[in-house]
C-alpha cells in the first residue's frame, strides 16, 4: 500500500521560508516523479512543482518559480519543497502525490497517489 505522509507545514510571517517534507513508503520510491500541489479555501488544487525521479528535471508554477526549490533525496524516499520569501497568498493546504512518468507532469489527474496534506499559513 502505498503511503504518502507530508510534514512541515506551520505558520510563518511573510518574508519567512518553511521546508515541507513527504516520506514515501509502498513502492520503490526512485521509480516515480513526485509533485507538490496547494489548495487554499475556497479554490481549486493547483500545481506547484514537480520533479521527475531521478531529480534531474522539475518544474514550477509561474506564481514560486524563483521562490520555491523541489527536491528529492531517493535514498530517503523523501521529496522536499523549500519555500523562501513566502507570502500570504501562499497559504494554502500542501499535498504531495506520486506518479508513473518519465516527463514531468503539472496535470493533477496524472498523479495516482496523494498524501494527506500539511497546513502552510503565510501571516502578513
Known amino acids: 500500500q502505498v503511503q504518502l505522509v507530508e510534514s512541515g507545514g506551520g505558520l510563518v510571517q511573510a518574508g519567512g521560508s518553511l521546508r515541507l517534507s513527504c516520506a514515501a513508503s509502498?513502492?520503490?520510491?526512485?521509480?516515480?516523479?513526485m509533485g507538490w500541489f496547494r489548495q487554499a479555501p475556497g479554490k481549486e488544487r493547483e500545481f506547484v512543482a514537480a520533479?521527475?525521479?531521478?531529480?534531474?528535471?522539475?518544474r514550477y508554477a509561474d506564481s514560486v518559480l524563483g521562490r520555491f526549490t523541489i527536491s528529492r533525496d531517493n535514498a530517503k524516499n523523501t521529496v522536499y519543497l523549500q519555500m523562501n520569501s513566502l507570502k500570504p497568498e501562499d497559504t494554502a493546504v500542501y499535498y504531495c502525490?506520486?506518479?508513473?512518468?518519465?516527463?514531468?507532469?503539472?496535470?493533477?489527474?496524472?498523479?495516482?497517489?496523494w498524501g494527506q496534506g500539511t497546513q502552510v499559513t503565510v501571516s502578513s
Open positions: 509502498g513502492r520503490t520510491f526512485s521509480n516515480y516523479a
Open positions: 520533479i521527475n525521479w531521478s531529480g534531474g528535471s522539475n
Open positions: 502525490a506520486s506518479g508513473d512518468f518519465l516527463v514531468v507532469r503539472t496535470a493533477e489527474g496524472s498523479y495516482d497517489y
